[in-house]
C-alpha cells in the first residue's frame, strides 16, 4: 500500500518553464506583480523526478521566472545516457501578446545549467519556444500551438526541435476541465500527457494525467501529478493587472 502510494505522488514530464499544460506553455498571462507556482512530480519505470517552477509577472507582457528541473526522488539503475541534464538551475523570460482576447501568443527562452547523466559533469541547459493560443467559442475550450528547440541538456538526445500542442476543455466549468499536451519529436522529451485539472478555491489546481512516449521516440509510459498556484488578479485599478476571466482561475 505504502508503494503504491509513493507511485501515485510521484506519477515525469518534460517539465518546461512558465505557466504550462503539463508540459506545453499554457500562453497566459502572469498577474504583474504576482508570483505564480508549480510544483510537478512524476515517475516511470526507471525512475521518479521533482520539477519546481516559480514565475513573477513583471509587466503585462512580461515575466520573469527560475525553475529547478530534474531533481531526482529515485532511479531503477543509471539514469539513460540520452536524458536532460539532471537537477538543473534554469532562469526565463517570457514575452506576451494578446491581440485579442481569443489569441494570444507567447514567446520565450530559459537558461541555465545542470549535470550530464551520472556524472558530476555541467553542461549547459538552453530552451526556446514560440507558442499561439486560441480560445473557441462558448465551452469549446482552448487550444495552443507551437515549436520549441534546445540544448541536449535541455531536451535530451535526438533532434534538437519540434512541435508543442495542447488543449483544455470544460467538463465542469472552472471546477473540472480535461487537460492534455503534447511535446512533439524525437527527443528524450517528447511526450503526450491527457488527464483531468481540479481546481481548488480560488488559486490552486490539482492536475493528474497519464504519459504516452511521443511515436518512435523510445520514451516510457508513466504519470504525472502537478500543483499550481495561479496569483489572483488585481482589483481593477489597483494597478496590479487587470481583472481576468482565464479559465484556470475558479470564480467565487
Same mark, same amino acid.
Given at each position: 500500500?505504502?508503494?503504491?502510494?509513493?507511485?501515485?505522488?510521484a506519477?515525469?514530464s518534460?517539465?518546461?518553464?512558465?505557466?504550462?499544460?503539463f508540459?506545453v506553455?499554457s500562453?497566459?498571462e502572469t498577474?504583474?506583480?504576482?508570483l505564480?507556482?508549480?510544483?510537478?512530480v512524476g515517475?516511470?519505470?526507471? /525512475?521518479g523526478?521533482?520539477?519546481?517552477?516559480?514565475e %513573477?509577472?513583471?509587466?503585462?507582457?512580461?515575466?520573469l521566472?527560475?525553475?529547478?528541473?530534474?531533481?531526482?526522488?529515485y532511479?531503477? /539503475?543509471?539514469?539513460?545516457?540520452?536524458?536532460?541534464?539532471?537537477?538543473?538551475t534554469?532562469?526565463?523570460?517570457?514575452?506576451?501578446?494578446?491581440?485579442?482576447?481569443w489569441?494570444?501568443?507567447?514567446?520565450?527562452?530559459? *537558461?541555465?545549467v545542470?549535470?550530464v547523466?551520472n556524472?558530476t559533469?555541467?553542461?549547459?541547459?538552453?530552451?526556446?519556444?514560440?507558442?499561439?493560443?486560441?480560445?473557441?467559442?462558448?465551452?469549446? /475550450?482552448?487550444?495552443?500551438?507551437g515549436a520549441?528547440?534546445?540544448?541536449? *541538456?535541455?531536451?535530451?538526445?535526438g533532434?534538437?526541435?519540434?512541435?508543442l500542442?495542447?488543449?483544455? %476543455?470544460?467538463?465542469?466549468?472552472?471546477?473540472?476541465h480535461?487537460?492534455?499536451d503534447?511535446?512533439?519529436g524525437?527527443?528524450?522529451?517528447s511526450?503526450?500527457?491527457?488527464?483531468?485539472?481540479?481546481?481548488?478555491?480560488?488559486?490552486?489546481?490539482l492536475?493528474?494525467?497519464?504519459?504516452?512516449?511521443?511515436?518512435?521516440s523510445?520514451n516510457?509510459?508513466? /504519470?504525472? %501529478?502537478?500543483?499550481?498556484?495561479?496569483?489572483?488578479p488585481?482589483?481593477?485599478?489597483?494597478?496590479?493587472?487587470h481583472?481576468?476571466?482565464?479559465p484556470?482561475?475558479?470564480?467565487d
Amino acid at each position: 500500500m505504502r508503494r503504491l502510494l509513493f507511485l501515485l505522488l510521484a506519477l515525469p514530464s518534460a517539465a518546461f518553464a512558465q505557466e504550462s499544460l503539463f508540459n506545453v506553455p499554457s500562453t497566459q498571462e502572469t498577474v504583474q506583480g504576482r508570483l505564480f507556482g508549480q510544483v510537478q512530480v512524476g515517475a516511470t519505470g526507471e /525512475g521518479g523526478e521533482v520539477n519546481t517552477t516559480l514565475e %513573477l509577472g513583471i509587466f503585462k507582457w512580461l515575466e520573469l521566472g527560475m525553475n529547478l528541473f530534474h531533481m531526482p526522488l529515485y532511479h531503477v /539503475g543509471d539514469l539513460h545516457a540520452e536524458s536532460p541534464a539532471s537537477s538543473s538551475t534554469t532562469f526565463n523570460a517570457n514575452v506576451y501578446f494578446s491581440p485579442a482576447e481569443w489569441f494570444a501568443v507567447e514567446l520565450g527562452t530559459q *537558461g541555465g545549467v545542470g549535470f550530464v547523466p551520472n556524472t558530476t559533469a555541467l553542461e549547459p541547459v538552453i530552451y526556446g519556444w514560440a507558442t499561439a493560443r486560441f480560445e473557441a467559442p462558448g465551452r469549446f /475550450g482552448s487550444y495552443v500551438f507551437g515549436a520549441y528547440t534546445g540544448t541536449r *541538456g535541455a531536451i535530451g538526445g535526438g533532434p534538437p526541435a519540434g512541435g508543442l500542442f495542447g488543449f483544455e %476543455l470544460p467538463l465542469v466549468e472552472h471546477y473540472l476541465h480535461a487537460q492534455g499536451d503534447w511535446v512533439i519529436g524525437l527527443n528524450a522529451v517528447s511526450v503526450a500527457v491527457v488527464g483531468v485539472v481540479v481546481f481548488i478555491g480560488k488559486n490552486f489546481q490539482l492536475s493528474a494525467g497519464a504519459q504516452l512516449p511521443s511515436p518512435y521516440s523510445g520514451n516510457n509510459f508513466g /504519470g504525472v %501529478l502537478e500543483l499550481t498556484y495561479v496569483p489572483t488578479p488585481a482589483p481593477e485599478g489597483e494597478g496590479l493587472g487587470h481583472p481576468s476571466d482565464r479559465p484556470q482561475q475558479r470564480p467565487d
